[in-house]
């Protein structure tokens, strides 16, 4: 591995580390209560949440949290449920339900522990009453082939939803709720992260509505009436049964992206981090950075070379093909496509949770090479970008990053090193 590739590796696990739930959570822990203590909690990180908690804390505790297939790790009085991402299943139905029931009936001393963590939305899936699981599983696989944003997609999920929008937290009360998040989202909004099921929400029905149509999203009549109902309104701010609900923010995508930044500063490199929360589309945002990598290369601004462009954030992906792939090899494709083989840039881009897109492949790593690489194998790298084949292509030329699950998740992380022209 070149000294480039294996420094933007190492930035990767700098950031992942950076944000692990042993290093950001015990400091977050509440006082321990009069009564009891229950932990509930979804997401790809809440397993590893519940187990640092475990170690941490001081007396009796239950509870049950449901995190990824395959993210599981041993806990001796949290029960861990496993559950599809990120489509939901009936698993993660199943453990919803269980949740719900078991912050029946609390009290004023007791205290409810949420783990919250980037893919809960799909983890603690619980349809309103007058809808099933398979029609939130199909606008579910709907709207991430449409390109919408997450905080969009997050909306539509909170009204459709019995568990998330802030209902969670109401069925705790009175007892307090303390909610330790993991942000994975732009701009780190509790109502957007797992679609917010302990944190009031200020979109509306209305709002859902208006995502559907946006992106052209047929749905069945059931879910029209129930937005055009209001029906399937979420718990608003100011709501009482919230009174006694907190949200403690442990670990983000700048963090990691500080951290990431400490590396490439010990190996002589400038970092500059450009943004934790860039959104749009993955194939736009790599034309974007490649514009940005040349002028740095070529011209020595807005940066003088050798530098490191660091961001997060999460883009999308509109499909439109039939290849492998996910948010961060389309960016990076995209990337290399338009450097178009400009020496000097080097680039990798990886979700932190270990896998981009459905596969357990973080994302990829380039060099100036990959076109060549990519045509002496005979594949059109334009073609596999049409096709949404980041995964594919990636693999094809050995660069792929895979890592195994990370158990934390703060969303994207892109680094591109760049090296004055000579």
């Given at each position: 591995m070149t000294f480039q590739a294996t420094l933007l590796r190492s930035m990767f696990d700098a950031a992942v580390a950076a944000a692990q739930p042993s290093l950001c959570l015990p400091a977050h822990l509440p006082e321990p209560p009069?009564?009891?203590?229950?932990?509930?909690?979804?997401?790809?990180?809440?397993?590893?949440?519940?187990?640092?908690?475990?170690q941490h804390w001081p007396g009796e505790?239950?509870?049950?949290?449901?995190?990824?297939?395959?993210?599981?790790?041993?806990?001796?009085?949290?029960?861990?449920?496993?559950?599809?991402?990120?489509?939901p299943d009936a698993k993660g139905q199943e453990a919803a339900r269980r949740i719900l029931a078991m912050v029946q009936g609390l009290t004023a001393d007791d205290l409810v522990i949420c783990l919250i963590s980037g893919g809960g939305s799909a983890l603690l899936p619980m349809p309103h009453p007058a809808l099933d699981l398979a029609v939130k599983q199909e606008?579910?696989?709907?709207?991430?082939?449409?390109?919408?944003?997450?905080?969009?997609?997050?909306?539509?999920?909170?009204?459709?939803?019995?568990?998330k929008g802030g209902r969670l937290a109401a069925a705790c009360h009175p007892a307090r709720v303390v909610t330790l998040l993991i942000s994975d989202v732009p701009g780190d909004n509790p109502a957007d992260i797992a679609s917010g099921p302990t944190c009031a929400d200020a979109t509306t029905c209305a709002d859902a509505l208006d995502i559907l149509k946006r992106y052209g999203i047929s749905v069945p009549a059931a879910v029209t009436q129930l937005l055009e109902s209001g029906a399937s309104e979420s718990i608003k701010p100011g709501d009482p049964r919230l009174a006694r609900s907190e949200v403690r923010l442990i670990t983000a995508p700048q963090i990691a992206l500080e951290a990431a930044a400490e590396v490439a500063r010990k190996a002589g490199i400038t970092p500059y981090i450009m943004g934790d929360s860039i959104e749009g589309e993955a194939r736009d945002v790599g034309i974007v950075m490649a514009g940005i990598a040349r002028q740095v290369a070529m011209r020595g601004q807005p940066f003088e070379a050798p530098c490191v462009l660091l961001s997060g954030g999460e883009t999308t992906v509109t499909i439109r093909g039939k290849g492998r792939g996910g948010r961060n090899v389309e960016f990076l494709l995209s990337l290399g496509v338009s450097l178009n083989g400009h020496p000097g840039i080097y680039a990798?881009?990886?979700?932190?949770?270990?896998?981009?897109g459905q596969e357990e492949i973080a994302g990829a790593i380039i060099g100036p090479d990959m076109l060549e690489k990519a045509w002496g194998q005979r594949i059109n790298p334009r073609l596999s970008l049409a096709n949404n084949d980041g995964h594919g292509f990636f693999q094809a030329l050995g660069a792929s990053v895979v890592c195994g699950p990370t158990l934390t998740n703060v969303n994207d992380f892109r680094a591109i090193y760049v090296e004055p022209q000579a």
């Open positions: 009069r009564g009891r203590t229950l932990v509930i909690g979804a997401g790809k990180a809440s397993a590893e949440m519940a187990r640092v908690l475990e505790l239950s509870g049950l949290v449901v995190t990824r297939y395959g993210y599981a790790v041993p806990c001796l009085r949290i029960e861990i449920a496993e559950a599809a991402h990120p489509v606008i579910n696989r709907a709207l991430l082939q449409s390109g919408a944003t997450i905080g969009e997609m997050n909306c539509v999920r909170r009204h459709l939803s019995a568990i990798i881009a990886c979700d932190t949770d270990g896998v981009d």
